[in-house]
């Protein structure tokens, strides 16, 4: 059980890198997604597009690390959050 504490804690920032990595792979194969999307976005200097995108990559972080402390919290029975 206490070897999956690194595992769990890396599962935090599965969420956005998942989004980036579809961004970068769209990009460069062609794909009508999100990624090309964003990138006219930033080159056209479309500001509230591109905050969007931001916006949903780091509500997206912070969802991965409540999940990441959660599961954490469960595995392991040191963690405990009361005070």
Do not use: C, H, K
């Amino acid at each position: 059980r206490q070897a999956l504490n690194p595992f769990v804690s890396g599962l935090a920032w599965l969420l956005p890198s998942l989004i980036g990595g579809e961004a970068i792979i769209s990009i460069v194969l062609n794909l009508p997604t999100t990624g090309p999307v964003l990138l006219n976005a930033l080159m056209w200097q479309d500001m509230f597009l591109a905050a969007g995108f931001l916006m949903l990559l780091s509500l997206m972080t912070i969802v991965g690390m409540l999940l990441s402390d959660l599961l954490l919290a469960w595995l392991d029975p040191r963690i405990r959050y009361t005070s």
